[in-house]
Every structure is written in structure tokens, then in C-alpha cells.
């Protein structure tokens, strides 16, 4: 996958993160950084059609780069809407009493993210609203400096937390300076600090 392909398929993991379930789009942004176009490519598309996710002809134009017929009748099997929808969670920096405890999940989110030359991490807790594709859960957002291979950065840091302590929460990467979708944004908006570069 050449540069131009990478950022395309970094922009629409982005785009449908919240929209897609979290494991989709974790799984799609790993094969892309993999290396397996096709089994991303397929993933992403059979998902959105099984999940029902709309797509707008903007994100339609992205997905059409990424793939070797941009006239795929699987591409024309998804659903296309005038706009994307708001997102459909709310966001509150702290979780309810019985959530689970994500110190152990800071401190190795934390610590990759440093060591793959990250900026910040911060952790919010995410509750559904009647539509949402997700369960309530801790989702965390690292930032990144601009120029950074967001699809690394998610590889290595969710790879890490599994590796080191068998879990997966939802792992946003975001640029510095870079405009967010309205997901990530309402995230990162509500989210408490958990580690700051020095």
C-alpha cells in the first residue's frame, strides 16, 4: 500500500470509528497496517453492510481509492446517506461505580504511547445512547504530532495492552491538528489525562 492509500485508509477507519463496532475497525485498521489490503478492504465492506452503517458519498469516494474495481459491487450494496449521523454516545471523564478499573490499562497505554513518540494520553468513559453499534466502556484517545502513522500507533499500543495484560478498550489515535470527526471530538472533549509527554 503506497502513501497516498495509507492516509485514505487511515481518514475512513477514522471516520467510522463509533459507527462500525469497535472490533471492525480495530481488526481493519490492523490488517491495513499489516499489509492485507484485501482482507481489509473485505472486512470493511461486508461489515458495513451486515451492521447497516450509511456512508456518505465523501467517505463512498475514500473507500472507492482503497479498492482495486472502484465500481466493486460490494462497495454498491452500502448504504449511502446525505450526511453522517451524530454520534450516539455521551461522554463523561469519570465512569459509574461499577466500571471497571482502567489504572493497569493506563499505565501500558501510557507507556507505549511514549515509547512510539506520543504526545498525551486521555480516557473517557463512553456511555450509548437507544442506536449506538457499542457497549458503554473506557475509550482512550492518544495523541499523536502530526506526520505520525496513526495505523502504527494503534498497532503497536492495542497490540501492547493485549500482550501485557489480555485486554481491549477502544484506542483512537489523533493528530495534532487535525480536525476530528464529531466522535472523536465529543471524546477527546470530555476526557481526563492520563499521561502528558514531557
Known sequence: MDQPQHATATEVCRRLSGRLTDDVVSVVQSQFFAGEEEMARSSLLLNLQYEGVGITEEEADLIRRLLDDPHDPELAEVAVVATAPPPAYQFSPTGPADAPDPTGADRVIAGEAAGT???????????????????????????????????????????????????????????????????????????????AAV
Not at 125 to 140: H, I, K
Not at 144 to 157: Q, T
Not at 162 to 177: A, L, M, N, T, Y
Open 117 to 195: 513518540g506520543g504526545r498525551g494520553v486521555r480516557r473517557v468513559w463512553r456511555e450509548p445512547l437507544p442506536d449506538a453499534a457499542n457497549p458503554a466502556t473506557w475509550v482512550y484517545l492518544v495523541q499523536v504530532p502530526p506526520g505520525a502513522d496513526e495505523l502504527r500507533a494503534h498497532n503497536a499500543i492495542s497490540s501492547r495492552l493485549w500482550v501485557s495484560r489480555q485486554e481491549k478498550w477502544p484506542i483512537e489515535v489523533v493528530q495534532e491538528g487535525r480536525p476530528l470527526p464529531p466522535y472523536q471530538a465529543a471524546a477527546v472533549t470530555a476526557a481526563q489525562h492520563v499521561w
